[in-house]
């Protein structure tokens, strides 16, 4: 009898620790992507901006995402930060935003290549001033390419712009007109320029995948982490477990071979 009344509290505080695990950790956790898709999780800020003629700037963002690649409808692709006035930190004039960046992406590519490398989203950047007559113009252009692999990083662009024509020039610091690009892609391909401030942001990124959790079974996480992080995708699932199973048959094979 006190066996089972010491069973019953047993599964009674069992019970108890289950349903206060589950009320403390929410039922928001998304499972992981099927058919061996990654879903990559952005979490970041633009921080601050220096180095640029202008008081009061802000910075525009725009998420270039090749091939294969999709974001959360919920996500903007376009974000625009605040105005900030530059102020002075260790002789520099300094623009702080803070401005949150969250993205939420899914790569999928039903028929990639086991030679091929995926080509990974770029955040194409524009800064731009506000002047005292409340003109805007474009300050510089930069971009990066998001970190293919999980982690956190402050990366800082440098920025550049179009010189122009001395007449476009002068009606740059007369007028407040400035030579600008009329396709934003060309931000990557910079063209008789000058450079000027950078871009400081950071980035926090998370992969989840269903492969990784495959592979939790094989102990050869890291090998898959590799598989995303610097391979780019160059193996499936598939070839992955295959190249274990022959590992295992040679070990097997060497191990029967020195009895």
Known sequence: QEEAKESELLSELYTRHTQSLAHNVGTCFAEPPEDEALRVLVFGEIVSA?????????????????EFWQCGEEEPLDIVTQISRTKSLHLRNVAHFNCPIEYQLLYNNPILKTDELPKWPKVLIQMA??????????????????PNAPGKYELTVATWRPCGSVREKMARYFVGSAAEIVDISYITKPQDFESLGSVTLT??????????????KFNDVTSSTKAYRHKGFKT????????????????????ETQT
């Open 50 to 66: 220096e180095g640029f003629e202008d008081d009061d700037l802000y910075v525009s963002t725009h998420l270039e995402l090749p």
């Open 129 to 146: 001033s506000l002047d005292y007559w409340e003109r805007h113009r474009v300050e510089g252009y930069g971009f990066l390419e998001l």
């Open 203 to 216: 980035f926090n990124i998370v992969h989840q995948s269903s492969l990784i959790v495959r592979l939790e």
């Open 236 to 255: 499936s699932i598939l070839a992955t477990l295959d190249a274990y199973q022959r590992a295992k048959r040679s070990a097997t094979l060497a191990m």
